[in-house]
């Protein structure tokens, strides 16, 4: 992909995994180093079809040595992709983050101690992105890496290893249960308040808001909520024959524990049954080891098909500044 301007080519980084012949992530370096931002933008929109194709054969690309420096940089990048905006104060997610930019939001503001497990983003809620842009405005000083895990081939393996688990996800579905609080509180992955998740000011107004999209909940004497969602699908077909592991399962299961949340108890199958813990551990394993970690450089951008690749987010030491965008909103069937 060259033009006068500018000049990208597909480079390697250690560690990149190979399925079916494509590498896993893509990686886009660019090899001008005169180019400019305008550069930049002009070449991405020049390619944007290729670059989706390429994402959705690959999974993911990562774009290397490109001038971006601010969140308005990584907003015009974004935005020459031509994707509908998905702006994260619509979504259901239960992180607390910043806006930079109607686009741009800073990534989960979870401590830098606490270790965000794999999960497709949003799978938990009735509405969900089908693009993810990351962008590494600050990289830490150890640690802070992101990693990302192909779905499709988890699923192979899960059929293969636990044909009934893998039965039970893809009739059953999955229903997850969190508890709100009543204010934001930044010191948990799951810590937005449960007037910023559904965007109201009153119990009557989020009461309104769940019975739109299929919850039932219970109010806490604290006035947090705790709140249950319609059976979501455990599992997608993305095309004939390929199917992923679209979730928040391991998350769930391993990582949502605050004051609030008992993570044995976030989950269960769409019938109400609980998760065999032994099963769900052995397939976090089964992930970790198709996991490929993404090492932040300063300026780096990552395009995620968030249907295909789980993300997560190491544990790290020293500020560190991760950049995100949510692209193509999608929305769940209800079961």
Same mark, same amino acid.
């Given at each position: ?13 250690p ?14 370096g ?53 994707l ?16 930079? !930019?109607? +686009? $741009?939001?800073?990534?989960? /503001? #979870?401590?830098?101690?606490? &270790? ?7 799978? *938990?809620?009735p ?69 910023? !998740?559904? +965007? $109201?000011?009153?119990?009557? /107004? #989020?009461?309104?808001?769940? &019975? ?7 109010? *806490? ?7 249950t ?27 949502w ?44 951008? #990552? ?12 544990t ?5 500044k ?14």
């Open positions: 992909m060259t033009d006068h301007r500018l000049t990208v080519s597909p480079t390697r980084v560690e990149q995994q190979i399925y079916d012949g494509e590498v896993f992530p893509l990686v886009l660019c090899e001008s180093p005169s180019a400019t931002l305008d550069d930049v933008v002009r070449w991405a929109e020049e390619n944007r079809d290729q670059l989706e194709q390429q994402c959705q054969k690959h999974g993911a690309i990562l774009f290397r040595g490109f001038p971006l420096h601010e969140p308005e940089d990584f907003d015009r990048f974004i935005a020459a992709f031509d509908e905006n998905f702006p994260y104060e619509v979504s259901l997610s239960n992180a607390v983050r910043t806006n930079f !930019t109607p +686009r $741009v939001f800073s990534a989960n /503001e #979870a401590p830098s101690s606490v &270790t965000i497990f794999l999960h497709h983003e949003m799978a *938990q809620t509405i969900f992105p089908s693009k993810l842009f990351f962008c590494c405005w600050q990289p830490a000083e150890e640690g802070g890496a992101t990693p990302l895990c192909r779905s499709d081939i988890l699923f192979q393996q899960i059929e293969e290893r636990f044909p009934q688990f893998a039965h039970d996800c893809e009739t059953k579905g999955l229903k997850y249960s969190n508890t709100m609080p009543a204010a934001n509180d930044a010191s948990s992955g799951m810590g937005r308040s449960w007037q910023s !998740t559904f +965007r $109201v000011e009153t119990r009557e /107004e #989020a009461q309104q808001r769940m &019975t739109d999209y299929g919850y039932t909940w219970e109010w *806490q004497e604290d006035g947090s909520l705790r709140a969602t319609p059976v979501l699908p455990a599992v997608r077909e993305v095309s004939p024959g390929r199917k992923v592991f679209f979730n928040q399962l391991i998350a769930a299961f391993c990582g524990k605050d004051s609030r949340n008992d993570a044995s108890k976030s989950i269960t199958f769409g019938d109400g049954q609980p998760l065999d813990r032994e099963t769900v551990m052995e397939i976090a394993d089964m992930a970790e080891q198709l996991t490929f970690d993404l090492p932040w450089q300063a300026g780096d951008i #990552a395009l995620v098909d968030n249907f295909l690749v789980m993300h997560g987010r190491r790290f030491s020293g500020p560190r991760i950049l995100a965008s949510l692209l193509v909103m999608g929305q769940h069937a209800h079961a």
